[in-house]
């Protein structure tokens, strides 16, 4: 009985409590200077605008290196960010303008069809990746696919310096191998990171989406031909 | 007093299990009791029926109950609704993509596949890698026939992913929509043992497709009679499997309708891969330069 009426009055036992005069009331009652310390280690109003850019620039940087070293760290899934897919998107666009699609109605890819189609592309992907039970967030996976783009990036930038030279048979074996070996390196890099959240009786169709992705964005690239 | 209401509470579950197992004819209404009237009665639709309908009936339901998930009436608006239909493994795709290639007489697709799970995993990516081959391929087998000529210009064409992706999503999905109201309709009037439902529809006309696939990658090489045989092959294929699907859900009724069905489904399989093959396959002229073509067509015309 006695316990049902404390549950009911929860603070009621504490008005009975009073502190006699002759027991000095101590303790520390200072706030905790050691957490507002750290507070500030963490606050970025008063830091110089330089720094705050270098370290979005180092933590973009980071995650490049991640793509490279396609090693299982949870880094690049941690903390995500758009900048860097941003980046490589609008670099892939403009490479792959000034192409045919200038002088041509039926030409190459146009500047948003590329990026509707990395972006789109990389929304259906990480929709089927969610809709199939997979524990990864939606932005997580768009960071990664986006960041996975790179290889193909630079694949990029090789064919339009290996373009520069001529554009014969052995041109083509080059940006050939150049486009298969970066289109293995993305599927490979972005699937050491999205497989992972997936049962392991439903790795492969994950997997599909992301090879298909990867491939027509590699069919863009290697396509490309300059306007002569 | 909570912890003792749940042995009563699960013992009365028990009783009612008991009575249906009891006297199984008995009217009672109740969801399992509706849920293994449906079942029995696509079975005995089905080509595949068989004496073990009879002699285990608890076993198939509890098997079908397994396979299919359980399944919860979710509003549509929620991401679980769409989730039901990407409950699928891979050795389930598998199965559904070689069952779609190799129709087997008397193999019905939605019921010896699909058996009340569609998913709609294996339409969509069978759809985009269609439409994917299909421009690539077609841009190629262009590429290999004026391979050598002195005034082609190699373009990517990538417009052409547009077009064949208008194409075949709306075949793939106007086509069962069309379907599945007209089964409906007819379900009204004549009642039929088989009725699909419109996911169901979508899954077969989705998975009927991936037999074009390799179909459309041959088309690469630049032999028109290699291109008429494996059109005529992916067609039988598909086609088949279609018929075969959607012949009990028509077999009560009139002969006139069956054929119209039947042919309707042909058609429009037919009018997809040729229409493809015509558009994207058809190796324009050479890209002359502009300015002499127009110096040279136009005192002719």
């Known amino acids: ?228 | 007093m909570a912890s003792t209401n749940d042995p009563f509470q699960f013992q009365e579950f028990e009783e009612a299990g008991n009575l249906l197992e009891a006297n199984r004819d008995a009217t009672t209404i109740s969801i399992e009791d509706e849920a293994i009237q449906t079942e029995n009665q696509r079975k005995s639709g089905g080509l595949t029926a068989g004496g073990d309908d009879d002699e285990d009936p608890l076993a198939y339901d509890d098997k079908s109950e397994l396979l299919s998930g359980q399944k919860k009436s979710v509003p549509f608006w929620t991401f679980e609704y769409y989730q039901q239909f990407f409950d699928i493994e891979t050795h389930h795709v598998k199965e559904r993509i070689i069952g779609s290639v190799l129709p087997w007489p008397g193999k019905n697709f939605i019921q010896v596949y699909l058996r009340r799970n569609p998913d709609l995993y294996g339409p969509f990516w069978i759809c985009t890698t269609l439409v994917f081959a299909i421009a690539i391929s077609g841009n190629i087998s262009n590429f290999l026939v004026h391979l050598g000529k002195p005034h082609y210009k190699y373009t990517p064409e990538f417009g052409k992913v547009t077009i064949a992706a208008t194409a075949i999503f709306s075949y793939a999905w106007l086509v069962p929509l069309a379907l599945w109201g007209f089964l409906l309709w007819r379900n009204n009037k004549i009642m039929n043992l088989v009725s699909y439902s419109f996911m169901e529809i979508v899954c077969v006309y989705g998975y009927s497709l991936s037999i074009y696939i390799p179909a459309v990658v041959l088309w690469i090489l630049p032999y028109q009679w290699l291109r008429w045989t494996s059109i005529v092959v992916a067609l039988c294929l598909s086609g088949s499997v279609l018929m075969m699907t959607f012949w009990p859900a028509v077999r009560d009724d009139h002969p006139k309708v069956i054929i119209a069905v039947m042919s309707a489904i042909v058609v429009f399989n037919a009018l997809l891969a040729v229409g493809c093959k015509a558009y994207f396959f058809s190796n324009p002229q050479p890209d002359l330069p502009p300015n002499s073509t127009a110096i040279e067509v136009q005192p002719s015309s």
């Open chain 1, 1 to 228: 009985m006695a316990a049902a009426e404390e549950a009911s009055k929860p603070f009621a036992g504490l008005s009975d409590v009073s502190i006699s005069e002759d027991i000095p009331v101590e303790g520390d009652i200072s706030v905790p200077v050691g957490s507002s310390r750290r507070d500030d280690e963490f606050s970025t109003l008063d830091e110089p605008v330089k720094e705050t850019i270098l370290r979005d620039l180092r933590a973009v940087g980071n995650k490049f290196v991640h793509v490279l070293y396609p090693k299982r760290s949870s880094a690049l899934l941690r903390d995500w960010d758009l900048w860097g897919p941003l980046l490589l998107c609008v670099t892939l666009a403009l490479l792959l303008q000034g192409g045919a699609a200038d002088s041509d109605d039926q030409g190459g890819p146009q500047f948003a069809e590329v990026f509707v189609i990395v972006w789109f592309g990389s929304i259906i992907i990480t929709l089927n990746s969610k809709l199939l039970g997979g524990t990864i967030s939606f932005f997580q996976s768009l960071c990664v696919l986006g960041y996975c783009i790179m290889p193909l990036t630079v694949a990029m930038v090789v064919c339009r310096i290996v373009l520069m030279g001529g554009s014969g048979a052995v041109s083509f074996a080059v940006r050939l191998a150049v486009v298969t070996v970066s289109f293995g390196w993305s599927t490979f890099a972005s699937t050491a990171f999205l497989a992972d959240s997936q049962p392991p009786n439903r790795k492969a169709l994950v997997v599909y989406p992301v090879f298909l992705f990867y491939f027509v964005i590699g069919w863009m690239i290697l396509t490309f031909s300059p306007s002569q």
